[in-house]
């Protein structure tokens, strides 16, 4: 029986990229085209729709990151797809939504604040880049961004618009202060200011359950009333740039003082015997 010795051929296997490693890249994907989508509705003059796209598209930019590093497929790919699509998400797309709803009525000087955010924006998603490569931050400082990340500087953009749906257009349309508020958002971008990220938050065990509580709000409030949910996340946010300064500068006094602790103290000299001597 020469074929019970006849010697079996392995099972040659496909060499390819796993489907853990292409999830992220999926999402990243979804988010540019929620991002690219805002700008078409901007034209048609569809503002909300706009507004809701850039929100999707942040959406999507959580997931992917999120995703990349519960499956552990991050890779330098990835990360260069997902810069470019927050450029175009959270750089390109509110400047010219906010250009069109506001900007362009006082002609070509309405574009240079447009220019000037979108400018910023590739500005810091460069830096970030280049941060991947040099990690050279202490452990706690991790849980910080330098500066305002993207979305966030795209969601202080286009604060006004949705200021504008919940209280209407009176005052929030007006080109000075859209021209403000993407100032601003563009410099806080590019600033060193140490800002919250959540990446790693660790939620204690004793606020598990109210923090399930706001997020039970939270998804409550977007069904029923989306615009004034965002507002005030975008309040909430504002008010949460000082703390985040004053945590850090707590966080590296405390390890300044460890890395360098005070020297103890000499002892002190005998006190001299006031007994005069015979």
Known sequence: MPSLFRRRIPRQRFKGLSINRMIPNMLTLFALCAGMTAIPFAVQSRWEAAVAAIC?????DWLDGYIARLLKGSSRFGAELDSLSDFLCFGAAPGIVVYLW????IGAVGWLPALLYAMCAALRLARFNVAIDEPTLPPWAFNFFSGVPSPGGAGLAILPLIFSFVIGETGFRHPLLTA????VAAGLMVSRIPTYSLKKFKVRNVWVLPMMLLIGLFAAGIVVMPWLTLALIGIT???SLPFGVLSYRRLERMATELQ??????PPDAPSPDPTPTP
């Not at 999707?56 to 999507?60: D, E, G, P, Y």
């Not at 506001?102 to 009525?105: D, P, T």
């Not at 403000?180 to 100032?183: E, S």
């Open 56 to 60: 999707i598209a942040a959406v999507f």
């Open 102 to 105: 506001s900007l362009q009525a």
């Open 180 to 183: 403000t508020v993407l100032i």
């Open 237 to 239: 946010y504002l008010a």
């Open 260 to 265: 360098n602790p005070p020297s103890p103290a």
